[in-house]
């Protein structure tokens, strides 16, 4: 985020989603989703969505945020772009999945298309780099895990002073079985951010896989230290 002290860089990623209520929008915030999985990401956005049209929401649970998602799907709009919700530096606009008539080696056929567009504040985040991150995301969407991961590594290199890209990475780089490289990057993470909650775990487990216990183990004391 910005800020007028410099650049502002977060342990989470608390992602806020853009729910429209009577009289105006309101933005609850799944906070720490790179901890989560699918399923409880889904299961917490419908509770804060329900919650936020009954206007039961905490003020903690809309105050703050590190990047939002909005999504006029529903209403059939294809594409749209959204303004930035200050001081974060981006916002997702997702847009509705629909058949559309596509062209698979050299042949016209019919796929399901979602159109998503990124607004950045150029003070944080690049134009090339916010490309890369929405590359990685629509390969991820296909289920291409080495493609993502390919886009991922650009990404890192391109922010190489960013834990949260570095831990991206490094679950794309896990999904495909490089569990080696997948170390390093996580490793490299929590050396830039020793104080992202989770990361400490994250590295122990994986170097447990590994079969360095002596390593696994002083990454877990690390992690309850921190905790």
Request: proline letters at 3%; a neutral charge; aromatic letters at 4%.
């Amino acid at each position: 985020s910005y800020t007028p002290e410099g650049i502002a860089m977060h342990h989470n990623a608390d992602v806020s989603m853009a729910v429209a209520i009577d009289g105006g929008l309101i933005t609850p915030i799944i906070r720490s989703a790179e901890l989560k999985t699918l399923s409880a990401i889904s299961n917490e956005m419908q509770d804060l969505g329900k919650r936020a049209k009954e206007r039961k929401l905490k003020p903690e649970e809309f105050q703050g945020g590190t990047f939002s998602v909005s999504n006029l799907g529903m209403f059939g709009i294809k594409s749209f772009s959204s303004i930035i919700n200050e001081p974060q530096g981006a916002i997702m606009s997702v847009g509705a999945g629909e058949q559309r008539p596509v062209v698979k080696n050299g042949q016209l056929a019919v796929a399901t298309v979602m159109t998503v567009t990124l607004t950045c504040d150029h003070r944080v985040v690049d134009g090339a780099t916010g490309a890369r991150f929405l590359q990685a995301c629509a390969w991820l969407a296909q289920g291409q895990a080495a493609a993502a991961t390919t886009a991922l590594q650009a990404l890192a290199s391109e922010q190489a002073g960013s834990a949260q890209v570095h831990r991206m990475l490094a679950r794309a780089l896990a999904r495909t079985g490089r569990r080696d490289d997948a170390i390093e990057a996580l490793a490299e993470a929590a050396r830039l951010d020793p104080a992202m909650p989770g990361v400490w775990l994250a590295l122990a487990e994986l170097r447990r896989e590994a079969g360095d216990a002596a390593a696994a183990e002083a990454d877990y004391l690390r992690h309850v230290a921190q905790v």
